[in-house]
């Protein structure tokens, strides 16, 4: 992995830099500012700077001189942290990567999920500078995906939104994002994800991966080539199946992308349309608790021995006292089928013009299944209020399980207009997002018939009890301006600010029966709540120190909007009584934070020796975040689906400072080596009161969020085929928010291998190649990520998979 800088006029080879800043009103400053692109050529690992202006031929003169290696481009129009990720880097990982993985090799990044592919979003774990995945922003070619909470309510993750194999770039804007990003929860920055322009040329292409656990990937895309007036087009689907390492569980599912594009000198016409439909079984986590001597290493359900499922429960339907908190259920899974589609238009305006206008239409149809023990969980105590003193194994089926769904729905479309225009040394750009996002959340509960079990690939139909509905009617509004000054040749200043407005109205069609939410609870709050934030600023500057070596400078203020979810999570809609939501409203302030940023990049081409280039970025962070969110509920989650009586309250302040320090040596054409090392420290700053006793939190390390990572990644060349080998290091992240539990460090290793096919290619066949790809090289275990505790004493895990390989071959027609 090699990281290069691009002056306006110079896209040369990098130099390494190390350096401290200081900043006013700054303790440290952040990430440096890259960007990721393909060079080219499948097997170029490439960094490609957004808002580059070198050309694509300087490009290809540079990649030629140092040979088909890892390519990192700085992007020296920023003032703040952006690097991209290009489409070669990205399937080099594992063809059909999901792209917010593929990030994980970057500094400052912490991913982990059960699967290979990073496809499996209930267990999902991502951190950026200490803050999570919900704390981010998420973009596909401009479209908000929303905050990527496991229970949808206002998006779809990337890997649902676009093929993998149809991503062009992603891009990570850790700490600050773009002031027009559509997002209304990017407080630590902001993940943009590309689609790929159709193919000047007509063709098709078509990808097979087949490997561990009966996995089967099939991809296929037509492109049309030009035709008519600037017209282009092309179709794709993909087919994907995997069976879940320690449980018999197909995970997988179906989707289709099609766009066109028209290019004429007025401007450029998009339309894009998606179609996503997965069933993914998932893992319990496995619970641990404070002094425990031993606790399993998987929990995976039963199914498909059914007969197995009834001998696990006692006649009355309890579970096993010895398994304790780590009872296996029948089956969970689930279901999500999404159409995501926009038209866009970018018109010339004039030379120095352009207006941008983007409309798009989000509907998602899915439900979360659970088909579990009904003497488990505070179950018994729930049952019992819709169906008093009657036998609850016989009201369910008889077979001693119950499944629980909680089915979602959204409808939301949405508008993007922004203005581009250079006025002399200006750069000024003026926008809006509109959108309007209709969502619900029912719980649901069905029998499991004995005579009939159902299985994680059905829907549950005819319900026994709808525990409650909500339905929650959201608008939002967000405008932009900023400017930037190019004072002289080698020095940009840039300002402006954006302003996030969220009008929500929540209302609950069906309330839960008194006791079947909390105890003592009458009914789920109902009523609106307005936020505005009109002005949240952002200033920068970016110094071309020389050709070389570049400096930035930026600081930025962001909001997160209240989560307009209702029933669940850490939204007002999901407090136990009207008087609390009315308290919350009164009272409560949206999260923000500030982020201060500093970075030095450069590169060096050496004329002798060994080592041919040097590439390297140093970049320092400093982070107050205020006003932090906390659902906090006297029965701990695990423990009990019912819950307590929750109150979500601000309780206090979170400050970060971190660094990241990244660079590649190489040496020559055939070999490589990219190491990231990043730093980040980030603890609270106040206790709060759970409303029994004050929860020591001061000066505690975030949990979740390591402090240390480290990651590398080499590669050689010789003749036909590219290796690559990845490692992976994450140091020890505490599990409690008192940090009195912690998981160890892992290191695990990941191995890619991939050449041409000559013996293949002729007649119709063209560019025939292989890759194969080896995870947890050295088939480590250990604990992969962590479900922080909502007890002091108590947390969750999911487990290190083990070693998986993986063949592809891919061709083209």
């Known amino acids: 992995m090699m990281i290069r800088t691009a002056s306006r006029a110079h896209a040369g080879a990098m130099a390494a830099c190390l350096a401290a800043f200081s900043f006013p009103m700054l303790a440290m400053a952040a990430n440096v500012a890259s960007a990721v692109a393909d060079m080219g050529t499948p097997d170029s690992l490439a960094m490609v700077a957004a808002d580059s202006t070198a050309s694509a031929a300087e490009f290809a003169t540079e990649a030629a001189a140092v040979g088909p290696i890892t390519t990192v481009e700085i992007a020296t129009r920023k003032t703040r942290s952006s690097v991209a990720l290009g489409k070669a880097d990205m399937q080099k990982i594992l063809p059909g990567v999901n792209p917010l993985k593929a990030l994980h090799t970057l500094p400052g990044v912490s991913f982990q999920t059960a699967d290979p592919w990073g496809n499996n979003e209930q267990n999902l774990s991502l951190f950026v500078h200490g803050f999570s995945g919900q704390q981010l922003g998420y973009t596909m070619d401009g479209v908000p995906l929303g905050d990527q909470q496991y229970g949808n309510y206002n998006g779809l993750s990337p890997q649902r939104a676009v093929i993998s194999e149809n991503v062009s770039s992603v891009i990570l804007s850790s700490g600050a994002g773009d002031l027009a990003t559509a997002s209304t929860s990017n407080l630590g920055g902001t993940i943009e994800t590309f689609s790929a322009d159709p193919l000047a040329t007509r063709g098709a292409t078509v990808q097979q991966t087949v490997g561990s656990h009966r996995t089967s990937r099939t991809y296929a895309r037509f492109d049309t080539g030009s035709f008519g007036n600037g017209n282009s087009a092309y179709l794709s689907a993909i087919h994907h199946e995997a069976r879940a390492w320690d449980f018999q569980g197909r995970q997988g599912g179906d989707q289709v992308n099609a766009k066109f594009v028209n290019r004429s000198d007025a401007g450029k016409l998009t339309v894009f349309f998606n179609y996503s439909d997965k069933i993914e079984p998932n893992e319990d986590s496995t619970v641990h608790v404070a002094g425990e001597k031993s606790a399993p290493y998987t929990r995976p359900f039963l199914y498909p021995d059914f007969a197995a499922a009834l001998a696990y429960l006692s006649p009355t339907g309890a579970t096993p006292a010895a398994d304790g908190n780590n009872y296996h259920n029948y089956y969970s899974d689930a279901q999500r089928t999404d159409y995501l589609s926009y038209a866009k238009y970018e018109a010339n305006l004039s030379e120095s013009a352009t207006w941008s206008n983007q409309l798009y239409y989000h509907h998602d149809d899915g439900v979360g299944v659970v088909a579990g023990p009904i003497g488990v969980a505070g179950l018994p105590g729930l049952f019992s209020v819709y169906y008093p003193n009657q036998n609850l194994k016989q009201v369910f089926g008889n077979s001693g399980y119950a499944t629980r769904t909680t089915e979602y729905a959204i409808n939301r479309a949405g508008l993007l207009s922004t203005v581009r225009m250079e006025l002399g040394e200006h750069q000024v750009q003026a926008g809006l997002w509109l959108e309007h996002n209709r969502s619900e959340a029912y719980r649901r509960w069905y029998a499991l018939d004995v005579n009939h079990p159902s299985s994680p690939y059905d829907r549950p139909s005819n319900p026994l009890i709808t525990q409650y509905g909500s339905e929650i009617n959201n608008k939002v509004a967000q405008l932009h301006l900023q400017d930037e000054w190019r004072v002289r040749p080698d ?244 599990a409690t928010y008192t940090n009195d539990l912690s998981v160890p460090s892992y290191f695990l290793l990941s191995l890619g291998v991939s050449g041409k096919l000559p013996f293949l290619n002729g007649g119709v066949l063209k560019n025939a190649r292989y890759r194969v790809n080896v995870s947890n090289l050295l088939d480590r275990e250990g604990s992969l990520n962590v479900v922080v505790g909502a007890a002091d004493k108590t947390y969750n895990t999911f487990p290190i998979a083990p070693r998986q390989a993986f063949f592809t071959v891919m061709a083209d027609f």
Do not use: C
């Not at 079947?516 to 307005?530: H, K, Q, R, T």
């Not at 962070?621 to 989650?637: A, M």
């Not at 819950?643 to 979500?648: A, E, R, S, T």
């Not at 003749?719 to 992976?728: C, E, P, R, S």
């Open 491 to 734: 020095l940009a200043l840039q300002a402006g600010f954006k302003s996030s407005l969220q009008f929500a109205q929540g209302s609950f069609p069906v309330q839960p029966a008194k006791g079947a939410i909390a105890n003592g609870s009458l009914a789920l709050p109902v009523g609106e709540i307005i936020t505005k934030k009109w002005f949240l600023p952002q200033a920068g500057a970016r110094w071309d120190i020389s050709a070389q070596d570049q400096l930035f400078v930026n600081v930025q203020k962001n909001m997160r909007q209240f989560v307009t979810y209702g029933g669940g999570g850490a939204s007002p809609w999901s407090l136990a009584s009207q008087q609390a939501f009315d308290l919350f409203k009164a009272m409560a302030k949206p999260e923000t934070s500030v982020t201060y940023e500093a970075g030095l990049r450069g590169n060096r081409i050496l004329p002798s020796g060994p080592v041919t280039a040097i590439d390297s970025q140093i970049s320092l962070y400093h982070v107050d975040f205020k006003d932090r969110l906390l659902q906090i509920s006297p029965t701990p989650v695990l423990l009990s689906i019912i819950g307590g009586n929750p109150v979500l309250a601000n309780v206090g302040s979170v400050k970060t400072d971190g660094i990241d320090l990244s660079g590649t040596l190489h040496f020559g054409r055939a070999f490589s080596f990219y190491d990231a090392l990043s730093y980040n420290h980030s603890t609270y700053s106040d206790n709060y009161s759970n409303g029994a006793a004050t929860v020591a939190t001061a000066g505690k390390s975030v949990p979740g969020s390591p402090e240390w990572m480290n990651k590398f990644v080499a590669t050689a060349t010789v003749a036909d085929t590219a290796f690559q080998l990845i490692g992976d290091y994450v140091g020890k992240r505490y």
